[in-house]
T-cell receptor
Framework: AQKVTQAQTEISVVEKEDVTLDCVYE???????LFWYKQPPSGELVFLIR??????QNEISGRYSWNFQKSTSSFNFTITASQVVDSAVYFC?????????????FGTGTRLTVIP | GAGVSQSPRYKVAKRGQDVALRCDPI?????LFWYQQALGQGPEFLTY????????KSGLPSDRFFAERPEGSVSTLKIQRTQQEDSAVYLC????????????FGPGTRLTVL
């Protein structure tokens, strides 16, 4: 069965520090998609990135970077030079054909607090 | 509109009341999803529409939950005879075409059942 584990429940960092949020997933499928969403205090889930299982290239977008390692079933997210506006709950999610690819299966989230 | 909108943003219901939650997807988006998010948890899938067809309702927790999208655009999630355990944030998401496209979420409706 599919599963997404975000072992870090809460993380606090001081502004300008780098921080990595971990995500480990399980799926029976060879074709799947991985996502990261940000949920600020306003509650809306903000899409950050989508990767498919055949593309293991790491990606960088500004201060954000993602490390996809199929060998360890991990899709970790790093924020460099963190800012107070980065404070939010971050969710990793999985969509695969085994579940019908109709829905996202979310982890329990990591609450990031950036202290000024 | 530019994004997914949901109304109301907050709803307080007495136990036993029926409630209706509305979702306006991004214009032109074919797929629409409903999720339930309990406090401190990740969202959990409830149901999925492709246009007006409800293709998956496997996540609906009981027959008190009903969703519809009659014209393939706006969707309504109805909960009958609400119970305290229904208290949660209900999130709606839409995607452009098939289900594996990126889902874009609305702000959610926070339902509190007293």
């Amino acid at each position: 069965a599919q599963k997404v584990t975000q072992a870090q429940t809460e993380i606090s960092v001081v502004e300008k520090e780098d921080v990595t949020l971990d995500c480990v997933y399980e799926t029976r499928d060879t074709t799947y998609y991985l996502f990261w969403y940000k949920q600020p205090p306003s509650g809306e889930l903000v899409f950050l990135i989508r990767r498919n299982s055949f593309d293991e290239q790491n990606e960088i977008s500004g201060r954000y970077s993602w490390n996809f390692q199929k060998s360890t079933s991990s899709f970790n997210f790093t924020i460099t030079a963190s800012q107070v506006v980065d404070s939010a709950v971050y969710f990793c999610a999985l969509s695969d054909l085994f579940t019908g690819a109709n829905n996202l299966f979310f982890g329990t989230g990591t609450r990031l607090t950036v202290i000024p | 509109g530019a994004g997914v909108s949901q109304s109301p943003r907050y709803k307080v219901a007495k136990r036993g009341q029926d409630v209706a939650l509305r979702c306006d997807p991004i214009s032109g988006h074919v797929s629409l999803f409903w999720y339930q998010q309990a406090l401190g948890q990740g969202p959990e899938f409830l149901t999925y529409f492709q246009n007006e067809a409800q293709l998956d309702k496997s996540g609906l927790p009981s027959d008190r939950f009903f969703a519809e999208r009659p014209e393939g655009s706006v969707s309504t999630l109805k909960i009958q005879r609400t119970q305290q355990e229904d208290s949660a944030v209900y999130l709606c998401a839409s995607s452009l075409s098939v289900s594996t496209d990126t889902q874009y979420f609305g702000p959610g409706t926070r339902l509190t059942v007293l």
